[in-house]
């Protein structure tokens, strides 16, 4: 027997452990995992010189940007960042534009990003108006559904209590789930209103309206919901103590949920949204030093279903607004994700363990793809290669994102991608990026 590839000396990580071990690779799956001596032979050998083999990232929060959007990031540039670090999979947020919302604009989305993707790409859909297009939505190969509490997004009025329910009825029944951004509009407009008329326009007026309260409300709003319903929810990026405990006390009672947090939320607070500015202003905000202690609580205890990064690319001038209320919020994270938490791994505030459940099995389970997220024989041959002990800085302006900003820029982190395989093919190496734009593909 002769396959394709074969990589070997590697601390494989398979079966929850790091093995020594090699991959033989034939096609875009992987045939086996083994010692040298057993693998077999194969076109193309490469030695991997001790580095680990992590399954390849799954980032299943991501704001491609691209179509009319494509000065903020287009398909090219925007997976090129995935694949550079380490990251071979990522689910593509709807609100672009045009707005992905139907059958028809979904297809078109596809359309326009399988000729430039390196990486594999699943799609969400926003609600259509028409809740009978659901279903005809999940059949062109929506992977989920993206609710957005806090502004209209698609065609189901997110202040209709009603509405809300037939649509989580309906999405019980298309087995998908939900995605939702979990801030409360009513909540946070009244204090945003207040501010108005005080004339603040700072960044504390900011995160008094999108309070924690504000958060939680909404994560206890949804949760009626799926227990209505039936539905599977996903809550994006937790960021309070507060909204983690209302999760949580949903979960415990029964509730279909998942929740996701953002490095961001895990290693930035308030204190750095006030020193650095607009640059990293998210919503939701960053938090207390309280709120990111709990969250790494709740992680650690196994609490927490994924880590995704949030990758929101705008361009400088988006950012660089005096009024905290019209700046475009949202952090670039594709490029950062993977050594950022590679350097918890070292401080020991994270396990390998932990790093792969979150950001590479976990993720696939919750939005159903099939053969990824593990290193095993009959899996898709997306792997990243590590080189764990390499230190280096985030340099943002070197980003392949066209967002060139980070306010993790100049930090030091341990651990870097080295090479990055999808589907078997060497897209990375040493931040090169070696094949052909198209040469990702579409998940549906």
């Not at 309070?211 to 994560?219: C, D, G, K, V, W």
């Not at 341990?414 to 990026?433: H, S």
Request: positive net charge; aromatic residues 4%.
């Amino acid at each position: 027997m002769s396959v394709d590839t074969v990589l070997h000396n590697a601390k494989v990580y398979t079966g929850n452990a790091l093995v020594d071990a090699g991959i033989a690779i034939e096609g875009a799956k992987i045939v086996k995992i083994a010692k040298k001596t057993n693998l077999p032979a194969a076109g193309c050998k490469i030695n991997l010189c001790g580095s680990l083999a992590l399954p390849g990232l799954v980032d299943s929060h991501v704001h491609l940007r691209g179509q009319q959007l494509a000065y903020r990031e287009d398909f090219r540039s925007g997976t090129s960042a995935a694949v550079a670090g380490g990251v071979t999979t990522v689910a593509d947020m709807p609100n672009n534009q045009p707005l992905t919302m139907s059958a028809e604009t979904l297809k078109d989305r596809m359309k326009a990003a399988e000729r430039d993707i390196f990486v594999n790409v699943a799609f969400l859909s926003a609600f259509p108006a028409n809740q009978r297009e659901i279903g005809r939505i999940v059949r062109a190969g929506a992977v989920g559904f993206k609710l957005h509490l806090l502004q209209q997004l698609g065609g189901v009025n997110i202040d209709d209590r009603k509405a809300l329910a037939r649509a989580f009825e309906t999405m019980r029944k298309s087995e998908v789930p939900i995605a939702v951004h979990a801030e409360d509009r009513a909540t946070i407009e009244k204090v945003k209103k207040r501010m108005l008329e005080q004339g603040r326009r700072d960044i504390e007026a900011f995160l008094a309206a999108h309070s924690p309260e504000a958060e939680q409300e909404a994560i206890v709003r949804v949760a009626e919901l799926a227990k209505v319903s039936g539905a599977q929810v996903h809550i994006c990026h937790v960021s309070s103590a507060v909204g983690l405990k209302a999760f949580l006390a949903a979960k415990a009672a029964g509730r279909k949920l998942t929740c996701e947090v953002t490095p961001h939320h895990l290693l930035l607070t308030e204190k750095h949204l006030k020193r650095i500015g607009s640059l990293a202003l998210a919503i939701p905000p960053l938090r207390t030093s309280k709120d990111v202690e709990y969250l790494w609580h709740a992680l650690q205890k196994g609490q927490v279903d994924t880590i995704g990064s949030d990758h929101a690319p705008h361009s400088l001038e988006e950012k660089h607004i005096d009024s905290a209320w019209d700046v475009k919020p949202g952090i670039v994270g594709l490029e950062t994700l993977l050594p950022l938490l590679l350097t918890e791994v070292h401080k020991g505030r994270l396990s390998i363990e932990q790093l792969v459940r979150l950001a590479c099995e976990r993720p696939v389970e919750v939005f159903h793809l099939q053969k990824r997220g593990r290193l095993d024989e009959g899996f898709f041959a997306d792997i990243t290669v590590v080189d764990h002990k390499r230190e280096h800085r985030i340099d943002a302006s070197k980003f392949y994102s066209k967002a060139k900003f980070s306010p993790f820029d100049g930090w030091k982190v341990k651990g870097k991608a080295v090479k990055t395989f999808v589907g078997g093919q060497l897209i990375m190496d040493e931040t090169e990026i070696l094949a052909r734009p198209g040469s990702g593909r579409i998940i549906k």
